[in-house]
C-alpha cells in the first residue's frame, strides 16, 4: 500500500508541476505580447519621426525654390561654361542633399545627440537656414559674390555638422559627407558665377 501511495502522491506532484508550467509559459506568452506590442508601437513613432526629419527639410527646400526659385539670368550664365549643371539638376541636388542632411540629424537626434552636444542641432539649423538663403541670394538677387559668401558660411556650418554627427553618430557623420561634396562643387559654380 504504500508503494501505491507514493505513486499517488508523485501524480499529484506532476499535475501540479505541469498546471505552474503552463501558468507560467502562459505568462511569458503574455508578457512577450506585451513586449512585441510595445516594439510594433515604437517602430511606428520611430517611422513617423524618420518621415517627418526627412521630409521636413525637403519640402522647405522645394518651397523656397519654387517661391523664391530662380530668375532667368542663370541659364544666359550657366551656358557660358560646360561644366555648370543645368538648373534643375542644381535644385533636385540641393532637395537630395537636404533629405541626406534629415536623415542625419534624425540618427543623432535618435541617440540623444542634440541633448548632449547642443551644438550640433544648432550647426544643422545653421546650414539649412543659408542653404535656403543661398538660392534667392545668388539667383534671385544676382549676387555672386553675396551667393558665395552665403555658401561659404553654409559650408563652414556643414563642416561643423560633420564633425559633431560624427562624434555621435558615424553613420549621420558619413550621411554628410556627400553633403560636403556637393557643397565644394556649388562652391566652384557660385565662384564662375561671381566672376561670369
Known amino acids: 500500500m504504500d508503494s501505491q501511495d507514493i505513486r499517488y502522491r508523485g501524480g499529484d506532484d506532476r499535475d501540479a508541476a505541469t ?17 512585441r506590442d510595445q516594439k510594433r508601437a515604437m517602430a511606428k513613432r520611430g517611422l513617423k ?3 517627418v526629419a526627412v521630409a521636413a527639410p525637403v519640402v522647405v527646400t522645394l518651397f523656397a525654390t519654387y517661391f523664391l526659385g530662380t530668375s532667368d539670368g542663370y541659364g544666359n550664365r550657366a551656358r557660358s561654361s560646360s561644366w555648370i549643371p543645368p538648373l534643375w539638376l542644381l535644385h533636385t541636388t540641393c532637395l ?13 537626434w535618435v541617440d540623444g545627440g542634440f541633448h548632449k552636444k547642443p551644438n550640433a542641432l544648432y550647426l544643422y539649423l545653421a546650414q539649412f537656414m543659408l542653404c535656403l538663403v543661398w538660392d534667392p541670394v545668388t539667383f534671385r538677387a544676382g ?6 559668401a552665403v555658401w561659404l558660411g553654409q559650408s ?15 553613420v549621420a557623420g558619413n550621411l554628410v559627407k556627400p553633403c ?16 561670369a
Open 19 to 35: 498546471t505552474a508550467m503552463a501558468e507560467t509559459e502562459r505568462k511569458n506568452a503574455d508578457d512577450n505580447k506585451g513586449k
Open 49 to 51: 519621426s524618420l518621415t
Open 96 to 108: 537630395a542633399s537636404s533629405g541626406l542632411m534629415g536623415l542625419a540629424a534624425w540618427l543623432v
Open 143 to 148: 549676387s555672386g559674390i553675396a551667393g558665395l
Open 156 to 170: 563652414a556650418a556643414l563642416f561643423g555638422c560633420y564633425k559633431a554627427f560624427n562624434e555621435i553618430s558615424p
Open 180 to 195: 560636403l561634396a556637393w557643397a565644394a562643387f556649388v562652391a566652384a559654380v557660385n565662384v564662375k558665377l561671381a566672376i
